[in-house]
């Protein structure tokens, strides 16, 4: 890769140049239909037959001050026949494109703009081009980047960055094919101010650059999604042979407690699905912000810092993004219509590992509560809505919107059903396969389904007959064979609930020892409706607003909200301006508008708002201001 002089002798040459030969052209014929047939997916301007790529250089230098990515982009392209190479981009800013090594550039034009999948950048090409480079800025306004102050770090000195890909908002930082149908590899050169570090979903180093100069390396081919930068004041600590975790110096040591049982969890999953593919892995810690508890990127996830509760009970977090290093980032989704191929396998997985670590005690637990969240799912959306089927058709939509916990929890659902018809021998055996036989390839719903019948079906014709496949993909709502649940811990949480509801004195002695999941399911179980004398004594004998566990904080401001319980609106207030995680800051907007006090919430989003990532604030938006 050239070096950074370069990169700006080669944009000035290239804005110069442009500004003569004028060469960017609109190009009113490219429709925004998006849909293409050569990977199917309707979020991508990619198009049947056309180029596709297989590597990246990448070269980037990070603006704090202009809130800007400005650099380049190198694509080596397969061998192909197409005339044209067409990129998605969103709010980019094209300066110039290069061909092979060609001094001059080539032309290019930008289709219509679409406010969800943003442009097409098409290049004309020709079969003997083998690399198109792109010199381009980002936005201000970048949809996958959050630029943070310093005020909103641990360490309140310094500013921070992170990217979210997922779904599809690479494109807004990166020109590419941002379709989870296509892999690549890459390499990275990016710059950032001296003093802060760079780490990428890549090879990474531990320690900081005086010179701001860091050089990343995916030697493995990954989808767009998975492309991620963070930089910021981060320390890095090992926590075994092969993993550790970064943070800001102000945690480190609180999240080397918390993750202490990282290398266990990459052993459990090894040895249950194969090998782990990707070296190292890694994960760091996010400002409170992130949008989501955890993102899988691959050899570094990035995960919110409101798992750190200092008893290790949100760990399954850990153990769910360490699962996507085998689905999801080994077989990937083809189109975001396969969704449940990544989340439905990770939970399912995810819940393996956490069993073999910590017992079938904590895993029956873990299902009942997805169980929940499932049938309010479900209820929220109707039992008929199509929506509900894991195989989903989101033409149209932002893929963003319509992450539920259908994917999540039926696909996981139907894995478990599957693993009881066949045994567990014969099915770990088959998903063994099934990560190796796909390992970096991207598959759809009906090529899974396909390979389940030749490996699996066809030689269970027994018990197999039985199995009703189209009930759990195209069908909505709960399936007639889903799998029968139990879990004696939360039976317990839920007959406190019960004692209590009756009015009957509570023994506090009784929960001394119980997990977050038996708070959940406590909570989840109590009447809606409460008087401010039954919440005031909940909160006396159990501290719920003073609780440093963010799940058990957002059941419990549900209630408070559902019931009006105003000593639990300072925590709650406090609670929407730090954290950012949608998950939890969804559901309470939600209720307060579904209640009467949206004047309340918009209150409180107003002051909170500047604080969220974009993916946050876009749901938000749409609960409080869209309609
Ligand atoms: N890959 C997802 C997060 C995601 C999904 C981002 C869709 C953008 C679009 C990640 O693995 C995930 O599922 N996170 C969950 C973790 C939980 C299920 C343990 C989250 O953030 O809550
Ligand atoms: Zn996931």
Redesign the pocket.
């Known amino acids: 890769m050239s070096s950074f002089s370069n990169i700006k002798y080669i944009l000035s040459a290239g804005l110069m140049l442009f500004a003569f030969t004028g060469c960017q052209k609109n190009n009113p014929n490219m429709k925004n239909s998006g849909g293409n047939l050569l990977t199917g997916d309707p979020h991508s301007f990619l198009q049947t037959n056309g180029a596709t790529v297989k590597h990246l250089e990448l070269a980037l230098e990070v603006n704090f001050v202009e809130q800007t990515l400005n650099g380049w982009a190198e694509w080596t392209l397969n061998p192909n026949k197409s005339d044209t190479l067409i990129l998605d981009t969103r709010d980019l800013k094209i300066n110039a494109v290069y061909l092979n090594n060609n001094s001059g550039p080539a032309t290019f034009s930008m289709g219509k703009n679409d406010p969800v999948l943003g442009q097409a950048l098409i290049i004309p090409i020709n079969r003997h081009t083998q690399k198109v480079k792109i010199i381009y800025k980002t936005s201000a306004h970048a949809a996958a980047l959050q630029w943070l102050k310093p005020s909103q770090t641990k360490g309140k000195q310094l500013p921070f960055l992170y990217t979210?890909s997922?779904?599809i908002l690479a494109r807004s930082w990166i020109p590419c094919m941002d379709s989870p149908g296509i892999k690549f590899t890459y390499n990275a050169k990016i710059k950032v101010p001296a003093n802060l570090m760079a780490l990428m979903s890549a090879e990474n180093d531990t320690i900081l650059h005086s010179n701001g100069v860091y050089h990343f390396s995916m030697p493995y081919p990954i989808p767009s999604?998975l492309m991620a930068l963070t930089v910021g004041n981060l320390q890095y600590k090992s926590l075994g042979k092969n993993c550790g975790v970064y943070s800001e110096p102000e945690t480190i040591k609180e999240a080397a407690f918390e993750f202490t049982d990282m290398e266990k969890m990459v052993n459990a999953a090894s040895s249950l699905y194969g090998p782990y593919a990707w070296g190292k892995y890694d994960v760091v810690v996010m400002p409170p912000s992130f949008?989501?508890?955890?993102?899988?990127n691959p050899r570094l996830t990035f995960a919110?810092p409101t798992i750190i509760t200092h008893d290790r009970s949100l760990v399954?977090?850990i153990a769910?993004?360490l699962a996507?290093s085998w689905s999801?980032n080994l077989v990937t989704n083809k189109t975001w219509d396969d969704?449940w191929l990544?989340?439905g396998f990770?939970?399912y997985f995810?819940n393996r590992i956490m069993e073999a670590l910590y017992g079938k005690e904590y895993a029956d637990m873990h299902e009942v509560i997805g169980y929940g969240e499932l049938k309010k799912t479900l209820k929220e959306m109707g039992e008929n809505n199509p929506n509900t089927a894991l195989k989903q058709n989101l033409k149209g939509m932002d893929?963003?919107d319509a992450?539920n916990d259908i994917a999540?929890e039926k696909g996981r659902f139907f894995l478990l059903y599957l693993e009881r018809k066949v045994g567990r021998a014969q099915w770990d055996a088959f998903l063994k396969e099934y990560f190796n036989h796909y390992r970096f390839q991207s598959i759809s719903t009906e090529e899974f389904l396909q390979f389940l019948n030749e490996k699996l079906v066809d030689k269970n014709k027994e018990s197999a007959s039985k199995i009703n496949l189209n009930e759990w993909i195209n069908a909505p709502g709960l399936p007639a064979s889903f799998p029968v649940i139990t879990s004696n811990l939360l039976d317990d949480a839920k007959q406190l609930a019960v004692t209590f509801s009756e009015g009957k004195p509570l023994r506090t002695a009784s929960t001394s020892k119980w997990h977050t999941f038996q708070w959940l399911h406590f909570l989840r179980n109590l009447p809606e409706k409460l008087s401010s004398a039954q919440l005031a004594g909940l909160d006396q004998a159990f501290h719920f607003t003073n609780s440093n566990n963010a799940e058990i904080l957002c059941d419990w401001f549900q209630l408070a909200i559902r019931n009006n319980y105003k000593p639990a609106y300072p925590a709650m207030e406090n609670f929407l301006n730090t954290v950012g995680?949608?998950?939890f800051i969804q559901p309470l907007y939600a209720l307060m508008k579904a209640t009467g006090q949206t004047e309340t919430a918009l209150k409180i989003y107003k002051n909170a708002k500047p604080g969220y990532h974009q993916?946050s604030s876009h749901t938000i938006d749409q609960i409080l201001v869209s309609e």
Do not use: C, I, S, W
Request: glycine content about 10%; proline content about 6%.
């Open positions: 979210q997922q779904a999604y949008p989501f508890g955890g993102m899988e919110t399954a977090l769910h993004e996507h999801g969704f990544n989340e990770t939970v995810e893929p963003d992450v999540y995680r949608r998950k993916v």
